[in-house]
């Protein structure tokens, strides 16, 4: 008789439980790729895309709800790339003189957003009137062999206080769960 209550005891908890963790809300979506998995948050308002995300080269695109995916203007793309070492800040340079090559009258300058736990490089790439290119290098720490590459186009002009917030909400939610 007592193993019975043991059991029923165990069934009426297993139904609680579930119970509680179905009304729960999930608030990051999993990417998945080759070799790593990383959440991050969708913000209110804004889509998030992993179907589209390999026309702009990246794991997932994050967009407000009034557009589509093949409007670039304030879409926020997320990339995994493979880290060569803990100097992140190299690839940005490397990206900056890239793009110097490319644009001669292009200018930077930094951007305060950052992340709770990892180290993160981050710059403004613009030539007025022609794009604005939000950029940040996420270095989730020597335990990963990848880090973030996440960006934010505003086409010809800077980003609104509410653009800014939303890609900082969405830097900070970032969390590298396995990587090679």
């Known amino acids: 008789m007592t ?3 043991i059991f029923l005891g165990c069934i009426v ?22 070799d790593f998995i990383f959440s991050v948050k969708e913000p209110g308002g804004w889509m998030a895309d992993t179907v589209h995300a390999a026309v702009y080269q990246c794991n997932i695109l994050i967009y407000p709800k009034s557009q589509t995916w093949q409007d ?12 060569i070492d803990e100097r992140v800040d190299k690839d940005l340079a490397a990206d900056m003189n890239d793009y110097r090559n490319q644009f001669p009258n292009i200018q930077f300058k930094d951007i305060a957003v950052s992340h709770p736990r990892y180290r993160i490089y981050s710059k403004v790439f613009y030539v007025e009137n022609n794009f604005y290119e939000y950029v940040a290098y996420i270095n989730p720490g020597p335990q990963s062999a990848l880090m973030f590459s996440v960006a934010m186009n505003t086409q010809k002009t800077e980003a609104t206080q509410s653009e800014l917030a939303t890609l900082q909400k969405v830097i900070t939610s970032l969390q590298m769960l396995k990587s090679p």
Do not use: E, H, W
């Open 3 to 5: 193993n019975m209550k």
């Open 13 to 34: 908890a297993l139904f609680f439980c579930g119970s509680a963790q179905a009304t729960q809300r999930l608030d990051s979506l999993l990417v998945y790729g080759q």
């Open 72 to 83: 670039p203007n304030g879409m926020i793309r997320i990339r995994v790339d493979d880290k």
